[in-house]
C-alpha cells in the first residue's frame, strides 16, 4: 500500500476560519483527510499554521529519517512566503517593505526542500496555491492599522492577488523545470465565485473550497497511485 506525508501551510493542515467562533479551527473534512479516507491511504500531515518555505526546510529535517517510509510527500508553500508584515508597511508606507520569503530566496528553498525529499526516498509532488481574495485579504491584514497608508503602498487592492499569483508561478516553474509532479488546485476556482470559496479572510479556503480542491487532488493523485508515478530528474 502506498503512504503519503504532507508538508506546508495552514492550507494543507486544513486551517479555516469558523465566523460563529470567531477563530481559526482545524476541518475534519480538508482536502488531504477526503483524499485519505476516500482512497483508503495513510497520509501523515506534518503541514503547520503559518509555514513559510524556510520553516519548512527546518520541519523537513526534523523529520527527514521517517521520510524514506513514504512512497510520496505532497509538498504546499508560498501563501505565508508572500505575506508582509502590515503593521510595520502601515505606520511606514514610504519605505521598502520585503515579504517574508523573496523571490529568490523562496525558490532556492524550495529547490533545497525537493532535494531533501528525493534524497530521504520519497517522491516529491507539489500543490499550486488556491488562489485569494484580495478585498477580503486587505480588510483582514488591515484590521487595527492605517488602511490609506497600507492602500497607499500597495496602489491597489488587486497588487495583493498579482504579488500572490506571482509565487504561485514560481512553483509551476519549478515543478516544470526538475519535472516534479504538480497539481494545479488553483486551476479548479478558475471562474467561479471564489467569495463563496474562500474564508472571511481572504485566504485560507472554506469548506467548500476544501470540497473542491479535493477533487483536483483526488483524481491527480489516483493516477499517480496508478501509474507508479516516479521522479527521475535529478536537481
Given at each position: 500500500?502506498?503512504?503519503?506525508?504532507?508538508?506546508?501551510?495552514?492550507?494543507?493542515?486544513?486551517?479555516?476560519?469558523?465566523?460563529?467562533?470567531?477563530?481559526?479551527?482545524?476541518?475534519?473534512?480538508?482536502?488531504?483527510?477526503?483524499?485519505?479516507?476516500?482512497?483508503?491511504?495513510?497520509?501523515?500531515?506534518?503541514?503547520?499554521?503559518?509555514?513559510?518555505?524556510?520553516?519548512?526546510?527546518?520541519?523537513?529535517?526534523?523529520?527527514?529519517?521517517?521520510?524514506?517510509?513514504?512512497?510520496?510527500?505532497?509538498?504546499?508553500?508560498?501563501?505565508?512566503?508572500?505575506?508582509?508584515?502590515?503593521?510595520?508597511?502601515?505606520?511606514?508606507?514610504?519605505?521598502?517593505?520585503?515579504?517574508?520569503?523573496?523571490?529568490?530566496v523562496f525558490k532556492e528553498r524550495y529547490e533545497t526542500v525537493i532535494k531533501q525529499v528525493k534524497m530521504c526516498g520519497s517522491r516529491p509532488?507539489?500543490?499550486?496555491?488556491?488562489?485569494?481574495e484580495p478585498n477580503r485579504f486587505f480588510n483582514w491584514v488591515s484590521k487595527g492599522l492605517n488602511r490609506e497608508n497600507i492602500l497607499?503602498?500597495?496602489?491597489?487592492?488587486?497588487?495583493?492577488?498579482?504579488?500572490?499569483?506571482?509565487?504561485?508561478?514560481?512553483?509551476?516553474?519549478?515543478?516544470?523545470?526538475?519535472?516534479?509532479?504538480?497539481?494545479?488546485?488553483?486551476?479548479?476556482?478558475?471562474?467561479?465565485?471564489?467569495?463563496?470559496?474562500?474564508?472571511?479572510?481572504?485566504?485560507?479556503?472554506?469548506?467548500?473550497?476544501?470540497?473542491?480542491?479535493?477533487?483536483?487532488?483526488?483524481?491527480?493523485?489516483?493516477?499517480?497511485?496508478?501509474?507508479?508515478?516516479?521522479?527521475?530528474?535529478?536537481?
Amino acid at each position: 500500500m502506498n503512504s503519503i506525508c504532507v508538508f506546508g501551510d495552514s492550507v494543507a493542515r486544513g486551517v479555516i476560519y469558523d465566523e460563529k467562533k470567531e477563530k481559526y479551527t482545524f476541518l475534519k473534512n480538508c482536502f488531504i483527510n477526503i483524499f485519505a479516507e476516500d482512497f483508503n491511504i495513510p497520509v501523515t500531515n506534518y503541514a503547520k499554521f503559518g509555514c513559510t518555505i524556510t520553516k519548512g526546510v527546518e520541519l523537513l529535517k526534523k523529520h527527514q529519517e521517517e521520510l524514506s517510509k513514504y512512497d510520496y510527500t505532497i509538498l504546499e508553500f508560498g501563501g505565508n512566503d508572500c505575506d508582509y508584515n502590515w503593521a510595520e508597511v502601515a505606520a511606514c508606507p514610504e519605505k521598502i517593505h520585503l515579504p517574508n520569503v523573496p523571490f529568490d530566496v523562496f525558490k532556492e528553498r524550495y529547490e533545497t526542500v525537493i532535494k531533501q525529499v528525493k534524497m530521504c526516498g520519497s517522491r516529491p509532488i507539489l500543490l499550486s496555491l488556491p488562489p485569494i481574495e484580495p478585498n477580503r485579504f486587505f480588510n483582514w491584514v488591515s484590521k487595527g492599522l492605517n488602511r490609506e497608508n497600507i492602500l497607499k503602498w500597495l496602489g491597489t487592492k488587486e497588487t495583493i492577488y498579482n504579488w500572490h499569483a506571482q509565487y504561485n508561478e514560481i512553483v509551476l516553474e519549478i515543478a516544470k523545470k526538475h519535472q516534479i509532479p504538480i497539481i494545479d488546485i488553483r486551476k479548479a476556482f478558475e471562474n467561479r465565485d471564489c467569495s463563496e470559496l474562500i474564508c472571511k479572510d481572504g485566504i485560507h479556503p472554506n469548506e467548500k473550497g476544501h470540497a473542491l480542491i479535493s477533487k483536483s487532488v483526488s483524481v491527480s493523485l489516483a493516477s499517480y497511485l496508478a501509474q507508479g508515478h516516479k521522479v527521475t530528474a535529478q536537481l
